[in-house]
């Protein structure tokens, strides 16, 4: 199983053992962190699954689509490691991904 470290608002550390399959908001909604609100549950209309990925895993990803491209330049703290979490599924490619929850807007 996968493992996603999540760094929260208060700047604390968690290693989260994943399921592949699901999508990196869901889990971290479904491992205790409530400041990841996904308010739209992961269709890609809300913004509020920002997180910062760390550097060295962002090409590592898969390329940001349009729309989540739109949603981000709607957040004040955008930056250029932003992405929303409930558009990455999690994979065994992505084991030990690290990302940190973004400052609510
Ligand atoms: S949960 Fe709404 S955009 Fe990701």
Not at 77 to 100: A, Y
Request: charged share 30%; net charge negative; hydrophobic share 35%.
């Amino acid at each position: 199983m996968p493992t996603i470290m999540v760094t929260d608002r208060s700047g604390d550390e968690k290693a989260v053992e994943v399921e592949s399959g699901i999508t990196v908001m869901e889990a971290i909604r479904d491992n205790g962190f409530d400041e990841l609100l996904a308010l739209c549950g992961g269709c890609c209309s809300c913004a509020t699954c920002h997180v910062h990925v760390a550097a060295d895993w962002k090409a590592k990803l898969p390329e940001i689509s349009e729309d989540e491209d739109d949603l981000l330049e709607s957040s004040e703290h955008r930056d250029e490691h932003s992405r929303l979490s409930c558009q990455i599924e999690v994979t065994d490619e992505i084991d030990g991904l690290k990302v940190t929850i973004a400052q609510e807007d």
